[in-house]
């Protein structure tokens, strides 16, 4: 497999001047996002090998490199699961990647169901910490020291600072947002009454099926992690007439699309205006 290296070169020969700064990551659902970058490159993920092919419906699989408020953002738009069959440290080289190519931060978003009855359907909720259920993850097997330690603490994964940030911005904005824990479950099928109520008293808030190996390998290897995830449905057995698929799903995406479009918009522009080094 090509080395996450020479394809952040091969990568940066392509996209000129602009220096990707803040990588997205956009799950199901929320393509459209994406619309706010700026005249972006785009590069289908079948041009980058390593990038794979995503065969899961609503998951583009482009990657699109531009600017946002003068922010320079490497997005994937569509992402990879373990339930897809790829290997587990397959999933890590996109991250791995977008890290090379300069990004020190990411912002992993997806759809979720929400573990609590006060959470809602279309309700955002900014990740504070996760729960990994799903036996999968992309450090295992050897580990490469030049890209980061083989025991990576995790006691300040997702980033105090940046949720903080992510906050103030929700409510310049008048856009509702909470906070909570991510479960990752495995999928690919939804989960079971049983599940459901086991995985809140475990402490999650949401459950979803992607985002934990992203964040164990952006850790890994240094980066910032924000994650945003949009309450797409009840967990199962929370409500009372629910029938899950994933056209839900992706219809709750693109539901909430523009207001996610609208916090990470301000978000990047408040970020350039505190100099935090972006
Ligand atoms: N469970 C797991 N993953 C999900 C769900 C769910 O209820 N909704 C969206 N992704």
Known sequence: MISHIRLAERIRSGIGSVQPRIALVLGSGLSTVADI??????????????????????????????????????????????????PPAALALPIRCLNALGCHTVILTNAAGSLRTDLQAGE??????????????????????????????????????????????????????????????????????????????????????STVP????????????????????????????QKLDHEGTLAAGADASSRVARLLNAFLQTSNRDSLNF
């Open 37 to 86: 970058i700026e005249q972006p490159r785009i590069f289908a993920y079948d041009e980058l090998e390593g990038f794979g092919r995503s065969t899961v419906p609503g998951h583009t699989g482009r990657l699109l490199i531009g600017n946002i408020n003068g922010i320079g953002v490497a997005c994937m738009q569509g992402r990879h699961h373990a339930y897809e069959g790829h």
């Open 214 to 241: 992203e964040c164990l390998v952006a850790r890994h290897c240094g980066m910032r992690v924000l994650g945003l995830s949009l309450i797409s449905n009840l967990g199962a057995g929370l409500a009372d007439e």
């Open 124 to 209: 955002l909720l900014v990740i504070s910490d996760h729960i990994n259920w799903a036996g999968v993850n992309p450090l295992m097997g050897p580990n490469d020291e030049s890209i980061g330690p083989r025991f990576v603490d995790m006691g300040d994964a997702w980033c105090a600072e940046l949720r903080g940030r992510f906050h103030r911005v929700a409510r310049e904005e008048a856009i509702e947002l909470k906070e909570g824990v991510y479960l990752m479950a495995p999928g690919p099928n939804f989960e079971t009454p049983a599940e459901v109520r086991a995985m809140a008293i475990l402490g999650g808030d949401a459950v979803g099926m």
